[in-house]
Each structure stands twice: as C-alpha cells, then as structure tokens.
C-alpha cells in the first residue's frame, strides 16, 4: 500500500468517524431535548465538531434527521425485521417492544412528529418513515399478514396493541432518564394475555 491510499484511507476513518458523531450527537439530542431544541449548533456542540463539518458531510439538518433514522432502523429494528417467520403473535409485540422500549426510540417519535407537523421535513423523511411503516403496518407486510391473518377483530387488535406500545414508549420516554413507568408491566401482561386469545 503506498502511502498515498494510506493517506486517504486515514482520511476516509476520520471522515466516517465524524459522521457518525454527528448522528449520534443528533439522536442523543433528540432523545434529550426535543426535535424543538435540536439544532445545528446544539449538534455540533455534543459531537464536538464544527458547523463546517455538519454541513459538509449533510446538506442540511433534514439530511442529518434522515441518517439517524436510517442509523436508528438498521440498529434496533434491521434484525427484528429479519426475526423467524413462525412467530407467535404475543412474541412479536415483546419483541416490538423490546425495540421500543430503548432510549433511541424517543428520536424516532421526534422526528416522525416533525415530520407530520413540517410540510417542509415530510419529503425528505417519508422515505425512510416508510421503511418502519413496512414492518409495523398489516396492510403493507407480508409478514404481518400472515401472522394476523384477515379476520377483522385480529387486526384491530394488533392495532391497538402497536398504539399502546407507542404510547408506552413516549411514556418512558417523558420520564426523568427515561425510566420504566410502575404500570408498563401491567399493560404488557394484559396485552400478552389478549394476544393469546386471538384465533
């Protein structure tokens, strides 16, 4: 190897180094402070870079939001999508919640908020949105579709349990530290006793 690929290659770490501090830097605001108080400057502080550097490797701050929605999907929700096709229907909203219960998933529920509340956001984040809506939705997962069946009170049900599993998470995620509400493990055990009964 000539030093000159060693050069660029030095170069390339520090270039992918950096930008996954700008990602981690955004969801870790996100988590924190709000999609509200996240800027550019708040960003850059946290990855301790300069806004030079931000704007270099993202076009914008939308861009920024898209690679930590991507970032966030390949980590938590990437092997979930890739989990047996035998699972059974209380399973899979353990599952689901297992990913939802992490402190990520508050940044994704910014950003889809932002995303339906900002005209301007909503094309560059549908793309990626879409990508979660295609595991969670029965009408757009062969998956779904065949762990739920067609039978109407099934898919309500699921519904239901997916909106739960939302709320529970931006539940926790409004608590000090993000910390387990005292009714989460109620409402998991109900929702697993009902998934049981569903036929």
Not at 3 to 32: G, M
Not at 92 to 109: D, G, L, R
Not at 135 to 140: L, R, S, V
Request: aromatic content about 8%.
């Amino acid at each position: 190897m000539t030093r000159n690929s060693e050069n660029r290659r030095s170069q390339d770490d520090r270039s992918t180094a950096t930008r996954q501090k700008l990602i981690e830097a955004a969801i870790a605001s996100l988590v924190a402070k709000g999609y509200a108080r996240t800027t550019a400057v708040e960003i850059c502080a946290q990855a301790g870079v300069t806004r030079g550097a931000l704007f270099h490797h993202f076009e914008n701050l939308a861009a920024l939001l898209v690679a930590a929605l991507e970032d966030t999907y390949k980590r938590l929700f990437l092997p979930f999508a890739n989990q047996k096709q035998d699972t059974a229907l209380d399973e899979w909203i353990a599952i689901v919640w297992q990913k939802m219960s992490q402190p990520e998933f508050k940044a994704v529920i910014e950003i889809w908020l932002a995303a339906r509340n900002n005209p301007d956001l909503a094309p560059t984040l549908q793309p990626v949105i879409d990508r979660y809506v295609e595991i969670f939705a029965p009408d757009k997962s062969n998956r779904l579709r065949q762990l739920l069946g067609e039978k109407q009170s099934v898919l309500a049900f699921y519904r239901m349990a997916i909106e739960v599993l939302i709320g529970l998470a931006l539940g926790r995620a409004t608590t000090p530290k993000g910390k387990a509400l005292a009714h989460e493990k109620i409402v998991l055990k109900q929702l697993m006793t009902l998934a049981k009964q569903q036929t």
